[in-house]
């Protein structure tokens, strides 16, 4: 069965710091990974998606992430972080259900 | 275009009350999707449908749930006798077709509170 590991429960980065999300999973086939986001009290936004070809994908609102089969990692990347991107955080892999890591919280300070 | 819309986004009922959540999924989508996210046990996936069968009903956590889909579109979730530990937010989603690959699209969900 399918599986995701988010490490982090919280992190907290200053304004305009990188930021970088963990992601680990476990799957038997190619997977099929994605980001999304979800600010307080709104539903799931989908960051980015990986599926096949180029290891590192581009998402939206600056975010990329990096697919390493050898580390079963799907790691979220953010070069400069904006008070906006405060944030939880969810890795999934999908065989056509979703199956969602445990989430990060990420608070933003001044 | 429209997105996912789910309704009513905020539910209180009592305990032993039985309760309707509405799902309306991005036009010519065929796969939907409920999840349901709370504090103790993450996003977990409760049931799918593929047109108006539900090929994968694994998650629904007792009898007390059940839902259908009916034109190929809308979906509702129903929970009968309702306990305080169904109190969640309920999620709908949506994707063209039902494999891996079909990014699921989200609603706002339904914040069901059970008193």
């Known amino acids: 069965a399918q599986s995701v590991t988010q490490p982090d429960i919280h992190i907290t980065v200053s304004e305009g710091a990188s930021l970088e999300l963990r992601c680990n999973y476990s799957?038997?086939?190619?997977?099929?990974l994605f980001w999304y986001v979800q600010s307080p009290g709104q539903g799931l936004q989908l960051l980015l998606k990986y599926f096949s070809g180029d290891t590192l994908v581009q998402g939206i609102k600056g975010f990329e992430a990096e697919f390493k089969r050898s580390q079963s990692s799907f790691n979220l990347r953010k070069p400069s972080v904006h008070w906006s991107d405060a944030a939880e955080y969810f890795c999934a892999v999908n065989d056509y259900k979703l199956s969602f890591g445990a989430g990060t919280t990420v608070t933003v300070r001044a | 275009g429209a997105g996912v819309s789910q309704s009513p986004s905020n539910k209180v009922t009592e305990k032993g009350k039985d309760v309707e959540l509405r799902c309306d999924p991005i036009?010519?989508?065929?796969?939907l999707y409920w999840y349901r996210q709370s504090l103790g046990q993450g996003l977990e996936f409760l049931i799918y449908f593929q047109g108006n069968s539900a090929p994968d009903k694994s998650g629904l956590p007792s009898d007390r749930f059940s839902a259908e889909r009916t034109g190929g579109s809308v979906s509702t979730l129903t929970i009968q006798r309702t306990q305080q530990e169904d109190s969640a937010v309920y999620l709908c989603?949506?994707?063209?077709?039902?494999?891996?690959?079909?990014?699921?699209?989200f609603g706002p969900g339904t914040r069901l509170t059970v008193l």
């Open positions: 989603a949506s994707s063209l077709r039902d494999a891996g690959l079909y990014t699921q699209y």
């Open positions: 799957y038997g086939a190619t997977p099929y």
């Open positions: 036009s010519g989508h065929t796969a």
